[in-house]
């Protein structure tokens, strides 16, 4: 299994940027039965959850982007997104992707997200 994510860049403090993690060579089966979830991590700090999807419950946010970060899926496409709106410079960090399920935990490599302000 290979976590592919991309989206990430430069944008301006209250801008919005789109993630996406592909899990290409995923079995959709095993797709549909797996949490994914976004960290990130800043220059110093440790890695933090950020949003968490599982398969069959309601999304879970940090403290800190909750309002303004939005996770989803698309099943089809085997592609789990991470909307982020209203950016700010405490949002700079890299992000990761990393799939959970019985008997499996991936992580992606990280996509830089850079706010200014």
């Known amino acids: 299994v290979q976590l592919q994510a991309s989206g990430g860049g430069l944008v301006q403090a209250g801008g919005s940027l789109r993630l996406s993690c592909k899990a290409s060579?995923?079995?959709?089966?095993?797709?549909?039965?797996?949490?994914f979830s976004w960290y990130r991590q800043a220059p110093g700090k440790e890695r933090e959850l950020v949003a968490d999807?599982?398969?069959?419950?309601?999304?879970v946010y940090g403290d800190s982007v909750t309002g303004r970060f939005t996770i989803s899926r698309d099943n089809a496409r085997k592609t789990v997104y991470l909307q982020m709106n209203s950016l700010k410079t405490e949002d700079t960090a890299v992000y990761y992707c990393?799939?959970?399920?019985?008997?499996?935990?991936?992580w992606g490599e990280g996509t830089q997200v850079t706010v200014s302000s």
């Open positions: 060579r995923m079995i959709l089966s095993t797709f549909w039965g797996t949490a």
């Open positions: 990393n799939a959970r399920g019985p008997n499996l935990n991936y």
């Open positions: 999807s599982s398969p069959d419950g309601n999304p």
